[in-house]
DNA sequence: AGTACACGACCGAACGTTCGGACGGGCAGG
DNA sequence: CCTGCCCGTCCGAACGTTCGGTCGTGTACT
């Protein structure tokens, strides 16, 4: 059961377009990455057959193979491009220097970022359950990525700036729980930015939704920077996929 | 590529074994979807194949159709059984009259309930892509979902409970995405009770993680009942599946 | 001529599903 | 008590289809 696929949607936009064949500018890994992994998305990856791809690509099923080796392979650049870009942001400095509530803070921005900038990538990332080689190796590194954050919480709570009412390791799956579902939900066209996105996430998990007596107040009660506040753009999307 | 499956684990356990043939324990439909389940959380539901299932069941294929029409009839009762519980749950007292704010938090320590009762059904159900009519069906069911706590979400900003600078669609979607994430990690023999995690959940959602300046301040700052502080067991457990 | 890209035909394996039949506990007639 | 049938349960062997992947060839550009 499969459900539609336009065939020949767009031609290779990103990375370069390569030679050309018969007037049709050719795929590069890159670009063929693009296209399987929005069918991946939609369909789910065991969902999506070779001849679904062939389809989303407008070039046959032998095609493929002459750009990427294996369905898996398309599976593990996906996931190596989201992980990559998640490990390089812990490795920044306003990740690794300063106060560990900062540092926090800049994790959390940075995270959505990532997830909106790589959304596809991350989004695939995120449904991997760990059939295959390459998806085991991606949930050992989500796993490296969640001790990280988590050290950090702990360190946070430790400098006396988060609740001690909370383990660390708990927080850190509930909060980025919260930043994941991002994936879930996030348009790029009717949401908002991806920074009054952070500003939003950012204002849930520190300061949570219940309202306090004096308004504002929460903003001066630490030296902490709040941005502007300012709502987020409402909008009648899907709920749920 | 399939994950290692062990032969006949255990027989029909719940639903009242029915006759019995050969010394077994005859499956129950309910018993056969529990061992189902299991399997499609696994390796998801594509990746699980009926001879999959049959392993796990310690039947063959064939039998299992003598119990269900099909697989895709599995998927149907499991997403069901997930859907059914949570409706219920929004048409108790405790969640349509009083203040939006109480009614808000009977929804999310509720939600955390029956995430971790029904478990396997919900974590399937939230992994639904909407490839056949049974998942679209889930997806549509649980929009709707999504569409009655936001109205709950905004009334409690209108009633002046809830801050009033984020919108409530998205807080919902986060929210509910903390929430969600339970069945990433939950494990009921490692992770504390679900009255406690519940009580995680509406301490990180509502008041944030930021210290406060004076501690236990917003457990007296609305009447609102917080239960008796402490930490969650902290556990060493697989962070990403 | 050489290279890059794409094609249609094809492969063995695995897929979900069907089918006729076999096993064996429960129950009626003796 | 025993006998014999019934039916719920399960099985092995296939069905037609689709799977991921291969192969040899064609063609357009350098």
Redesign the interface.
């Known amino acids: 059961?499969r459900?539609g696929g336009a065939r020949r949607v767009d031609a290779p936009t990103a990375a370069a377009p390569r030679h050309r064949s018969r007037g049709r500018v050719a795929y590069t890994p890159q670009s063929l990455l693009a296209v399987a992994v929005e069918a991946f998305n939609?369909?789910?990856?065991?969902?999506t057959s070779m001849e679904d791809l062939a389809h989303a690509t407008g070039i046959t099923k032998s095609s493929i193979y002459h750009h990427v080796r294996s369905k898996e392979e398309l599976l593990r650049l996906a996931v190596s491009r989201a992980l990559d870009r998640l490990f390089a942001m812990l490795e920044q400095p306003p990740a690794c220097t300063g106060r560990a509530?900062d540092r926090l803070e800049h994790v959390v921005r940075s995270s959505v970022q990532v997830l909106v900038d790589e959304l596809p990538y991350v989004t695939l990332l995120l449904?991997?359950?760990?059939?295959?080689?390459a998806e085991r190796w991606a949930?050992q590194r989500?796993?490296e990525f969640?001790?990280q954050v988590?050290a950090i919480v702990r360190r946070a709570v430790e400098e006396?700036?988060?609740?001690?009412?909370?383990?660390?390791?708990?927080?850190?799956?509930?909060?980025?729980?919260?930043?994941?579902?991002?994936v879930?939900?996030y348009e790029p066209s009717r949401t908002g930015s991806a920074t009054d996105l952070a500003d939003?996430?950012m204002?849930?998990?520190?300061?949570?939704?219940?309202?306090?007596?004096t308004?504002g107040m929460t903003a001066e009660?630490?030296g902490q920077s709040r941005s502007p506040?300012?709502?987020?753009?409402?909008?009648e999307g899907?709920?749920?996929?």
């Open positions: 059961m459900v939609q369909r789910g990856y065991d969902g509530v449904r991997v359950r760990g059939n295959t080689d949930l989500r796993r969640d001790r988590s006396g700036d988060l609740r001690d009412d909370v383990d660390p390791r708990l927080t850190t799956r509930l909060l980025f729980g919260m930043i994941n579902s991002v879930e939900w939003a996430v204002r849930l998990a520190f300061d949570g939704l219940r309202r306090r007596d308004p009660l630490r506040g300012g709502r987020l753009v409402p909008d899907n709920g749920a996929g």
